[in-house]
């Protein structure tokens, strides 16, 4: 079992950055590919980045290449989000996933377990 608790999230203006970050509990998060999706009031929740889980290869949604970068310290059972150029289409509660294997895959029903999430406010 892995429990996953975001933070950082908070209202920002549109060109501004947020980090989040995304705590994993147990001692096998180095064993975990992790991701991160975006829900949007009244829309489906969308990928948004992935690591695998050894940090290496990594992938993201064409929406967010350039502006979003993941990132993930195993020491410290941690994910990062980091957003800069933010837009007020990004803004949407995020929430990081956490999968066996080490595809960093953008497909959401191979992730096993979920946070709650961190709302994302971008003001235009």
């Known amino acids: 079992q892995v429990q996953l608790v975001e933070s950082g999230g908070g209202l920002v203006q549109a060109g501004g950055s947020l980090r989040l970050s995304c705590a994993a509990s147990?001692?096998?998060?180095?064993?975990?590919?992790m991701g991160w999706f975006q829900q949007a009031p009244g829309k489906e929740r969308v990928f948004v980045a992935a690591?695998?889980?050894?940090?290496?290869?990594?992938s993201s949604a064409d929406s967010v290449k350039g502006r979003f970068t993941i990132s993930r310290a195993n020491a410290k059972n941690t994910v990062y989000l980091q957003m800069n150029s933010l837009k007020p289409e990004d803004t949407a509660v995020y929430h990081c996933?956490?999968?066996?294997?080490?595809?960093?895959?953008?497909?959401?029903?191979?992730?096993?377990?979920w946070g709650q999430g961190t709302q994302v406010t971008v003001s235009s």
């Open positions: 690591i695998s889980s050894s940090g290496g290869p990594t």
């Open positions: 996933a956490a999968r066996t294997g080490w595809e960093p895959t953008n497909r959401e029903s191979e992730y096993d377990y």
């Open positions: 147990g001692r096998t998060f180095s064993t975990y590919t």
